[in-house]
């Protein structure tokens, strides 16, 4: 079985492959959520922590990249909101 068959049994049980927008998308989220973590962790603010966690791991749960996208830019927005020093 070649890579094409493979494709084409994959597809036909409804398994698609990724696109290289929802790749790119988990790359910058989860990097984000790292900095994030680390971020909160120095600063000792665990809803930041919390947050960049969040934004690590939601991409394990989320198919359409929009979705990605659209969950990804809400969590960098929360944690926009709640940095230390807000006025």
């Known amino acids: 079985m070649n890579f094409s068959d493979a494709l084409q049994t ?3 049980l409804g398994l698609e492959l990724p696109t290289p927008a929802w ?3 988990c790359i910058l989220f989860s990097l984000v959520g790292m900095w994030a973590w680390y971020w909160g962790k120095a600063r000792k603010e665990p ?3 919390w947050l960049g966690l ?3 791991l ?3 749960v989320t198919s359409p990249t ?3 996208y659209g969950a990804g830019i809400a969590l960098c927005v929360a944690i926009w909101w ?3 020093g807000r006025s």
């Open 10 to 12: 994959a597809q036909a």
């Open 23 to 25: 790749i790119a998308g």
């Open 47 to 49: 809803r930041i922590r």
């Open 54 to 56: 969040a934004l690590m």
């Open 58 to 60: 939601y991409s394990y």
């Open 66 to 68: 929009w979705l990605l």
């Open 82 to 84: 709640y940095r230390p």
